[in-house]
Structure formats: C-alpha cells, structure tokens
C-alpha cells in the first residue's frame, strides 16, 4: 500500500502505477486548535510505503502521524519515502546553542519505521542520523529529459558541491561540458555571490544543474553572471525545486529560459517525475526482504 502525504500525491499516485501497489486514500484535517490530524484507512495486508515529502514543519507532523496511523491499520512493515528531506541543510550545529536539526528529524523519523528511502539529499552523511538502513535514490539524470537540441551545451554547478550532479546530467544528456562556479554566502544576511570560472558561455545553451533552489539566491547569481557573459538560452534544473518566497521572479529576472525541476516538490516546474527511479528501489528492496 503506498500512502501519500499530502504534499506528495501526484508522486505517490505516480510510484503506485510504477510498482502496481494500491494507492490509500489518506485523509489530512485540522482540529480548531490548528492540530494537524492526518489519517489511512483500513487496509489489506501487513506493509505499508508512506511517501512525504517535508517542505514545511506541518509536512514533518504529518509524517509522523501516517507512520503511526499505518501501524494502527495493521502494517508491520513500514517503509518512508521522503523525496525531499527538509532540514537536510541543518546537517551541523552552526552556532553555539544551535541544533543539529536533521539529526533530530532523522531520529524521530526512525521511531516509526523499519526502513527511509531519501532522492538525492543535500549530503549523504544524513543517513547517518538515522538509526534504520536508508536507501539514498539519485534521480538527477532524470533532468535530462525535458531537454533537447541544445547548442554547444555547458552543464555548470553553480557551487562546487553541485559538480557531482551536473556531470549527472551531461551524462544523461549525452554530450556537453561541465564546470563550476566558486560560491560564497554570508551566513549573516544569507547573499551569495559567486566567482566566475572561465569557461566560455557566449552563444551557448547553459544548463544551470543544483539540488535545490531554495530562495534562488545561488541559482539567480550564477545565471546573472551568465547572462552578462552572452550566455544563449539559459536552463535553471534542479531536483529539488523548492522555490520559496519570490524566488521564481528572481530567477526570471536574472535571464532563465526555463526552469526544469522533478516532483520531490510538487511545482509548476516539476516537469519529470523520479517516480521510476524510486520504484526500483523499493522492488529491489522488497525482492531483497523475501
Ligand atoms: C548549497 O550547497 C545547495 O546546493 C544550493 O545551492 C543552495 O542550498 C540553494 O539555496 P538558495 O536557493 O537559497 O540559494
């Protein structure tokens, strides 16, 4: 049975066809007080796949309760699939006082499940906050698809740690660079600026590739720089397209032809689906558990 959270119907709806498991109609309300109370109803069988993703605290309450609540419909065996993993970001205590939230979250998460299957967290060394085995799903060469007939293609991280990601999808892509951006943010005022590589990008299609836009601080920066530079059509991808506040206008504003994203969160943009790429994961997962 794949349970949806709220914010994440479309993909769950998507890896039931991709799987052939019943889809649950679960139920998300508030009493008066503003309490979330998310529910499943009864189901056959003893295993249950929650699939939420955690874009907001109310996703991570949420979460929660579908795991208990499928435990009480009567499934033994819980998987969790978070296609986006709010407070990954937070993977360290910055400040004197200050939490290392993903651990708190990923500990919580695992109370309530036998197994996490996490697409493309911001850094892998997450899944060591959870004490359940965490199956990481890279789904960024899924970006690839939505484009075609690139010229003189260059896929470019606009930090460093994004490298990874755009040879992902050069290589999905099947042909074209790669190169990176230095990046700084000041963890005061969170502004970014970037420092220019030397690549050439005049008269070239650029594909901008990033786990996540956020508040399209990075992405807006780097595609600022190239569109000084002549860049031709400009792509912004990302798996992860979280977009908060006005970040789409940002990156509009700074010269993208398109922006390209996968349904991890649910958007506008999200043109591809890493439906596939967690469907295989959890048949090789329940083949395994045979
Ligand atoms: C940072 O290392 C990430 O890969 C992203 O570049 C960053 O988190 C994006 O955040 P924002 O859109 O707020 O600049």
Redesign the pocket.
């Known amino acids: 049975m794949i349970v949806p959270g709220s914010s994440s119907q479309l993909l769950a709806a998507a890896l039931a066809d991709d799987t052939g498991r019943p889809l649950a109609t679960a139920t998300y309300d508030r009493f008066p007080d503003g309490e979330t109370i998310a529910a499943v109803p009864a189901f056959d069988g003893d295993e249950a796949t929650v699939v939420a993703t955690t874009d907001s605290d109310s996703a991570w309450v949420e979460l929660l309760q579908l795991q208990d609540a499928v435990r009480e419909a009567g499934a033994t065996h819980v998987t969790t699939v978070i296609p986006y993993m709010g407070y990954a970001?937070q993977d360290e205590s910055f400040a004197d006082g200050q939490p290392v939230s993903a651990r708190a979250m990923a500990r919580a998460i695992s109370t309530g499940t036998d197994r996490v299957v996490l697409v493309n967290p911001?850094e892998t060394a997450v899944t060591d906050f959870y004490s359940v085995p965490v199956d990481i799903v890279d789904a960024a060469s899924v970006l690839a698809d939505p484009l075609s007939a690139l010229t003189d293609p260059l896929f470019l991280a606009?930090?460093e740690?994004?490298i990874g990601i755009a040879e992902t999808v050069r290589d999905a892509y099947g042909t074209g660079e790669t190169d990176y951006f230095e990046k700084h943010r000041d963890r005061e005022t969170g502004a970014?600026d970037v420092s220019p590589s030397d690549a050439t990008v005049s008269g070239r299609d650029v594909v901008v590739v990033?786990?996540?836009?956020?508040?399209?601080?990075?992405?807006s920066e780097a595609v600022g720089v190239l569109t000084d530079r002549g860049a031709e059509r400009i792509v912004a991808a990302c798996v992860h397209p979280m977009l908060a506040a006005n970040?789409v206008t940002k990156l509009r504003n700074a010269g993208v032809d398109r922006i390209v994203g996968t349904d991890t969160i649910e958007r506008g943009c999200s043109v591809v689906s890493v439906a596939p790429a967690l469907a295989e994961t959890l048949v090789a997962d329940a083949v395994a558990g045979e």
């Open positions: 970001r911001h606009p930090d740690g994004a970014v990033d786990d996540i836009v956020a508040t399209g601080s990075t992405m970040a």
